[in-house]
């Protein structure tokens, strides 16, 4: 807990007037509840034990600007904690956001989309409280507690004794259950998580989902998740509700002592009926802050399971590192010299060396899992090499800027990221638009005849996954976003998979003229699409067996004979 408020207090110094004012709140309250239980005394005494007229004009005044008091105070702490709270959470959410986009590829290779949205959603959301309301109640609490024990002693240091003397026996239970709760709010975060990425997953795939009619499976699959949030959500209501009669079991004792000393005093004329009633009432009003406290110390746990959760996030860091040179005006080369690539244990790519010039076209073949999509992550830097090294020039790789590498590699995969904006959007995505260009590069990738007869042309909003394009125009979009910002090096990784022969033609026509101040890769599967590379390399199992034009490797490599024979059949 101490951890949290430090973690979090360095925020707290943006928010002093909002403190001033929550702070004048929670006072007002504090002590209108001790004033209320004071004003029992005068009730009984004076009004109706002495029959004093002119204090039954003044008790119901007194007693309507208690209530306003503390309501107005209530409603300002409300208010003014709520603020700190909620933008606080804002805060963290877009800290915790872009550290996240920060991180390395691999991250997210191991971390599904689903629990990323739980913990920056849910997880979040449950410390917003517990920096605000919480620090809050818990100050009021506290302030109510002095109140209305200074209140209790003022009106008899000895029932005062029998009334609180219980209170130290309450702590043990309290803090087993404390700790049980804790637990088990990390466990119900966790099955929050697998809700979110079960949905997410099933969301996703509805396509394959539909497809094989497996809706009811996947139903299944989603209540067993579900199913195990209730379990440890009632579970952690049954140990948090648990606090509440334990309090109150130990509080009948305090009363029964009270009861017992404090009649006896009034019996004997100690006591007035007045002072006696008020004490008994700033008792049971004692008692309700207390249960509020141990069960504000509950839902704390609840508040540093998730913080836990979300400092895992937040420490993860991220281990491709960018260098601080610029990328090359003019790129010459680049030189792969002896790397290797592990994915964890496993060895995606051994020993490549070869060198590409400015204008060539390297084509990348091989069987799946050759390693091919493994190379093109070196070169992006979306996994760092093991061993060896890349030069981009004299340059190696890891020296340049991560965002100047990005900026001068466009890549297009065979899966089209399509963003829920328009398409000269889409086009210049990360860029200015620049309305002439966009239509340019569309133009160049094949795409404007489609777009031009589009409703809105190039201003027509495409939804987030790109529905309302067929599989070829959604690559030629994509295509045409590679073009857009002139990179010094183009990958395209079965960039023209989904497009009929005539337009991918024709798209490798482009290619070939866009490519002469460039370095392209390009892996296909279909062979035609990389009949014009100046060099095709030939991957089996992580390794380059040969690198040659196709009129050589024709004739020598065995294993391109092969590929070249099950792409004709
Ligand atoms: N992020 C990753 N983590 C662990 N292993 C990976 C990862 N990416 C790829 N691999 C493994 O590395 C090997 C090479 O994969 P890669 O994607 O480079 O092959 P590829 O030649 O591009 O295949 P394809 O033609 O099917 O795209 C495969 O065995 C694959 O399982």
Request: net charge neutral.
């Amino acid at each position: 807990m101490k951890e949290f408020f430090k973690q979090y207090s360095p925020f707290y110094k943006n928010y002093k007037l909002q403190f001033i004012y929550a702070f004048i709140g929670i006072i007002l309250v504090a002590s209108a509840t001790a004033g209320t239980a004071y004003a029992i005394q005068p009730l009984l005494d004076d009004i109706f034990i002495n029959k004093d007229e002119e204090m039954l004009y003044m008790m119901p005044v007194f007693v309507i600007l208690l209530y306003t008091a503390k309501g107005f105070g209530r409603y300002i702490q409300a208010y003014y904690i709520s603020f700190i709270g909620q933008d606080i959470t804002r805060i963290v959410r877009d800290r915790l956001f872009s550290h996240v986009l920060n991180l390395d590829m691999d991250f997210f290779q191991k971390k599904h989309g689903g629990e990323l949205v739980s913990r920056i959603i849910n997880d979040i959301n449950r410390i917003q409280q517990a920096v605000s309301n919480y620090v809050a109640e818990f100050i009021r609490e506290v302030l109510t507690i002095v109140a209305l024990i200074g209140l209790v002693i003022y009106h008899s240091p000895e029932l005062a004794f029998y009334g609180l003397v219980v209170l130290p026996l309450a702590i043990w239970p309290l803090s087993k259950l404390a700790k049980r709760m804790k637990k088990l709010s990390f466990k119900s975060q966790e099955s929050n998580a697998d809700i979110t990425s079960s949905l997410s997953e099933s969301f996703n795939n509805i396509e394959i989902i539909k497809a094989n009619s497996t809706e009811e499976i996947e139903a299944k699959k989603f209540s067993i998740h579900n199913l195990n949030f209730f379990k440890y959500n009632m579970k952690a209501v049954r140990t948090n509700e648990l606090t509440s009669p334990l309090m109150e079991i130990i509080g009948s004792l305090a009363f029964a002592a009270v009861i017992l000393v404090g009649g006896s005093k009034v019996i004997s004329g100690e006591l007035t009926t007045g002072t006696f009633s008020s004490f008994i009432a700033a008792l049971f009003m004692l008692y309700t802050p207390i249960k509020r406290l141990s069960s504000l110390y509950n839902k704390m746990q609840d508040a540093l399971a998730a913080n836990d959760r979300i400092n895992e996030m937040l420490n993860s860091k991220a281990t491709i590192i960018s260098g601080n040179k610029e990328f090359p005006e003019n790129i010459e080369k680049i030189s792969f010299n002896n790397v290797s690539l592990n994915y964890g244990d496993f060895q995606a790519l051994k020993s490549i060396s070869f060198e590409a010039k400015k204008g060539d076209k390297i084509a990348l073949v091989g069987d799946s899992g050759g390693g091919k999509s493994s190379l093109i992550n070196t070169i992006i830097r979306f996994y760092d090499i093991s061993e060896g090294e890349i030069k981009l020039n004299d340059n190696l790789l890891n020296e340049l800027s991560l965002k100047s590498l990005r900026e001068n590699i466009s890549i297009v995969t065979q899966r089209v990221y399509i963003f829920n904006d328009t398409i000269s959007a889409n086009v210049a995505y990360g860029y200015e638009i620049d309305e002439k260009r966009v239509i340019e590069v569309l133009k160049q990738a094949h795409a404007y005849d489609f777009v031009s007869k589009m409703e809105d042309g190039i201003n027509t909003k495409l939804d987030e996954f790109g529905t309302n394009l067929s599989g070829g125009q959604r690559q030629r979009i994509a295509i045409a976003r590679a073009l857009y910002k002139k990179p010094k090096i183009l990958i395209l990784d079965e960039a023209t998979s989904a497009l009929d022969n005539e337009s991918e033609s024709i798209i490798s026509q482009v290619i070939d003229d866009v490519s002469v101040d460039k370095i392209t890769f390009i892996i296909a599967h279909r062979l035609s699409t990389i009949k014009n590379a100046s060099k095709i390399a030939v991957f089996k199992d992580g390794e380059i067996i040969d690198m040659n034009t196709e009129e050589n490797l024709l004739k020598s490599c065995k294993e391109y004979q092969r590929l070249y024979n099950l792409a004709n059949i």
